[in-house]
């Protein structure tokens, strides 16, 4: 049996939203065993980790997630990256998550076909570390997007499959899922970058629904890249529960939105947009020309639906397609700041949106996103005060400790440390 650990002397932002209190956390096995203020917990036989007034919080959730991108420039360097090296890839970038305090991520497609469910169970068998990993599998998409170079030529990326119609997207759908898969991901509106117009709508409601049903068949959740307004509507009227980046939103969709709060999380993708608008010129993409491609109309757009559906009481989570060049892993939590910054969001409800409302993503808020008795101890020490200044959420040296299960990814530093 595992010595317990007690954190002793932290502040405790515990993921509900509620005011944060200096208090101490005892974790026995993988679980939370008591929560409370300074000196209310015996410490006797516990591992004393000493915060020193640090920050403790729940792990945290990065909803769109890509594990298996490289930091490339262009999707063309996953195709030509050999399996092996893009295997090893994926287990650093799974490594990086919980070095930032990520315990939790939903992956938004694999960039091979079984990268996200071979290392999946290899976390979950625990030869490799890395966080709660909800896995995809290639996106899927109709012949009337990606598949077409502006050229008029088409072309098939290597994470891409091409249906036509409702028949043909169940056939899809159903022969991705002979792998064990948690999501599918269905590329319903365009990319600008692509080529394609990020307004436009390139999917059915019939296609999404036969995803749906089929999926559903197999366990399988959907998730939708999806911009325009009428792909977002067609996500709600089918019932597709993750939405990523919804970047533009009538008055009527976000009605629907509003009205499907209870069973629907929005991911905005925030960073993509913000890095692809100010900082790719080293990629030759210049703030010119991403005003050009549509990108900072489209930030724009973004900024007023996200505001929105806040107000509204929907669930929006962090997670901004980090992997690319000029998104890299490691910045998971700019998307924090961005909520805070850019959404008008408090520094604690971007906290508990990646936290608790990951935990519900991943379908286990009864024991994943909060710092409560009983629940799993994923857990993040942080030399730093997060609802005063949340970038302090993305510099290693500010991560003290990360916990998951119980067990340290990264062990506290000698100094916060003492017996009993």
């Known amino acids: 049996m595992a010595q317990p650990v007690l954190f002793a002397n932290v502040v405790v932002i515990d993921g509900t939203g509620a005011e944060p209190f200096s208090g101490e956390v005892l974790v026995r096995n993988d679980r939370i065993a008591q929560v409370g203020p300074i000196g209310s917990i015996d410490p006797t036989g516990a591992q004393i980790v000493d915060g020193q007034g640090a920050a ?3 792990g945290l959730c990065d909803a769109h997630a890509h594990i298996t991108w490289v930091n490339q420039a262009h999707r063309d360097a996953l195709r030509q990256l050999p399996i092996e090296e893009h295997l090893l890839a994926t287990i650093g970038n799974a490594r990086t998550y919980l070095d930032y305090g990520y315990t939790m991520i939903v992956s938004a497609a694999a960039a091979k076909p079984r990268l996200d469910v071979v290392v999946r169970d290899a976390i979950n068998d625990g030869k490799i570390p890395g966080p709660r990993l909800l ?7 109709t012949n009337r997007d990606l598949s077409e170079a502006q050229t008029g ?3 098939h990326f290597a994470d891409v499959e091409i249906v036509h119609d ?4 169940a056939k899809c759908v159903e022969k991705i899922l002979e792998q064990p898969l948690d999501f599918i991901k269905l590329t319903m509106s365009g990319e600008e970058i692509t080529g394609v117009p990020a307004q436009q709508t390139l999917m059915t409601d019939d296609e999404a629904a036969a995803a749906v049903h089929a999926a559903a068949k197999r366990g399988a959740r959907v998730c939708a890249h999806a911009r325009s307004d009428e792909s ?6 089918q019932g597709i529960p993750l939405i990523y980046h919804a ?42 020309k991403a005003e050009s491609l549509g990108y900072a109309s489209e930030l724009e757009a973004t900024i007023e639906t996200v505001k929105a559906l806040h107000r509204r009481g929907v669930r929006v989570l962090p997670g901004g397609d980090y992997g690319f060049a000029w998104c890299p892993h490691g910045t998971y939590s700019r998307d924090l700041e961005h909520f805070v910054r850019l959404f008008g969001f408090t520094p604690m409800e971007a906290i508990v949106a990646a936290t608790r409302l990951g935990a519900e993503l991943l379908g286990r808020p009864h024991e994943l996103g909060l710092i409560k008795r009983g629940f799993l ?14 970038t302090v959420l993305q510099r290693r040296d500010s991560i003290s400790a ?14 916060l440390r003492r017996a009993a």
Do not use: Q
């Open 56 to 58: 403790l919080l729940p």
């Open 135 to 141: 896995a995809n599998g290639p996106i899927i998409t």
């Open 153 to 155: 030529e088409r072309r």
């Open 166 to 169: 409702a028949a043909s997207m």
């Open 232 to 237: 977002v509507k067609i996500c709600v009227r």
């Open 247 to 288: 970047s533009y939103a009538s008055t009527e969709c976000l009605d629907a939105l509003e009205a499907a709060r209870d069973r629907v999380f929005v991911a905005p993708g925030v960073n993509w947009l913000y890095a692809t608008c100010y900082e790719a010129e080293a990629w030759g993409i210049t703030p010119a």
């Open 377 to 390: 101890a994923d857990l993040v020490l942080v030399a730093g005060d997060p609802l005063r200044d949340i």
């Open 402 to 415: 990360v916990m998951k299960d119980g067990v340290f990814h990264r062990e506290p530093k000698r100094d």
